[in-house]
T-cell receptor, first 110, second 114 residues
Framework: GQNIDQPTEMTATEGAIVQINCTYQ??????LFWYQQHAGEAPTFLSY????GLEEKGRFSSFLSRSKGYSYLLLKELQMKDSASYLC???????????FGAGTTVTVRA | GAGVSQSPSNKVTEKGKDVELRCDPI?????LYWYRQSLGQGLEFLIY????????KSGLPSDRFSAERTGGSVSTLTIQRTQQEDSAVYLC????????????FGPGTRLTVL
């Protein structure tokens, strides 16, 4: 199969750092997307990694290791507004559709 | 509007009735996707339109589901003879250019089948 696995829930304190891991089958994907989805709202794009390594965008960074089938999203200096679900999605190389993980719900506490 | 819009935002229907869900993609986006999101589940692909090509219907769960895209723009997802297991949030997304570009999602239609 082409499972995308990520933890269901994470809790962290305002100002802290949280790392959301995502693992997938190494064969069959061309890259990894991360989306943020606040409750009741549309998913919004955060990052896309196609090459190995870390990409930084302000407080958010995303990492990819293609050989290990592993990605993570790093959220720094957490703010209350970062409480949301974070979706990992692999771009399938056979048909270029996205396979989504079930999402990780991050709760930021004061 | 600059984003993807969907209507209605909420739909409550009785089992056995037909429903139509509408998606207005971003102008100029050639690709349009429909997904279904159930509680605790990842987004489930339903159907994909790309330009004038035949749609990829491989994700439709049964023949009660169909979709069309008129004039390369607005799309309608139709569910016939709705069942309780069809209750979910139906999301539409559009994209420009290649599959490596991000998909822009609409706010979704929450469908409840009683």
């Amino acid at each position: 199969g082409q499972n995308i696995d990520q933890p269901t829930e994470m809790t962290a304190t305002e100002g802290a750092i949280v790392q959301i891991n995502c693992t997938y089958q190494t064969s069959g994907f061309n890259g990894l997307f991360w989306y943020q989805q606040h409750a009741g709202e549309a998913p919004t794009f955060l990052s896309y990694n196609v090459l190995d390594g870390l990409e930084e965008k302000g407080r958010f960074s995303s990492f990819l290791s293609r050989s290990k089938g592993y990605s993570y999203l790093l959220l720094k200096e957490l703010q209350m507004k970062d409480s949301a679900s974070y979706l990992c999605a692999g771009l399938r190389s056979n048909d270029y559709k996205l396979s989504f993980g079930a999402g990780t719900t991050v709760t930021v506490r004061a | 509007g600059a984003g993807v819009s969907q209507s209605p935002s909420n739909k409550v229907t009785e089992k056995g009735k037909d429903v139509e869900l509408r998606c207005d993609p971003i102008s100029g986006h050639t690709a349009l996707y429909w997904y279904r999101q159930s509680l605790g589940q990842g987004l489930e692909f339903l159907i994909y339109f790309q330009g004038n090509s035949a749609p990829d219907k491989s994700g439709l769960p049964s023949d009660r589901f169909s979709a069309e895209r008129t004039g390369g723009s607005v799309s309608t997802l139709t569910i016939q003879r709705t069942q309780q297991e069809d209750s979910a949030v139906y999301l539409c997304a559009s994209r420009r250019g290649t599959p490596y570009n991000e998909q822009f999602f609409g706010p979704g239609t929450r469908l409840t089948v009683l």
